[in-house]
């Protein structure tokens, strides 16, 4: 062997014993864990304690600010099971801008607990859904949480209060559509993953109930909600669909609100209405540029 050849394999063993950057796959940064607190919370008139994660980056602030919205179960045992309010991974995204987040378990989930108080009033029987469901009171009481949650974090030193952003998935963004309607103090923006109410996907995939109700809930919201906001869904979604969201977007749309809508392609191997958890690669781009239009993390 000549010596070169020698002289290359022996460099490449040292370097790999080594831990060198040449070979040395690139570490994953450590996800930032939630702290968990119970705030006490005016919501419809009473005070509840109401579990929270809260992210924050490091330093004393004050930082631009993300409330974000939990969705709902099907079902009750699912319901009273919510551990996060958001995936930690997500809250890892906005860490890294240097934005905190703040997650509420709202009452009727998870260790907050309490009554049910965002039953639409849809019945299903198998694939037939029947009943008049109310969304927009759907929306209206889930939001009620997020607007306490709103009034908690304009009084605490470390939140910058003209730099608030409005995220939520499934329910939370339909819920958050609806807060961002009230055109609150120091919100700049709104994101909606997925949104909507009344999907069953285990016996009416990708048709849920009454979509129409939910047309008329954000039809009369678009009149209403002046910050730009962005709305994301996937093709494949089992709640929805891939038409009725359009539908549901055009309707809010004809309201004059400053909004988008991106609609990706399917989310491989998973339900659409998961994109958010597993469709990062598709909906990043997107939401990057969502939060330099809207100046969040901006001097």
Known sequence: MRWWKLGWMVGLVWVQLAGGPVWAQPQQPERVPPQIVKLPLLVDGKQLEVVTHLYKPEGEGPFPLVIFSHG???????????????????????????VAVIAPVRPGYGDTGGLDREDSGARWSGS????????????????????????WALQQPWVR???????????????????????LPGVVGAVNFAGGSGGNPETSPAKSCSPENMRKTY??????VKVPNLWLYAENDQFWGAEAPRVWFEAFKAGGSDTQFIQTGPVAGHDGHSLLTYGGRMWSVPLDAFVRKVGLTSP
């Not at 039809?219 to 209403?224: D, M, T």
């Open 219 to 224: 039809s009369e919201l678009g009149k209403l």
């Open 72 to 98: 709902r179960a099907p079902s009750r045992v699912d319901r009273a099971k919510l551990e996060y309010p958001v995936l930690v991974g997500h809250a890892n995204y906005w860490l890294r801008k240097g």
């Open 161 to 183: 209060k003209d730099r608030l952003l409005l995220e939520g998935q499934s329910v939370g963004g339909m819920t958050t559509v609806s807060v961002a309607a009230l055109n």
């Open 128 to 151: 037939v859904c029947s009943g008049d469901p109310d969304f927009t009171r759907v929306a209206s009481r889930a939001g009620q949480t997020v607007v306490a949650l709103h009034q």
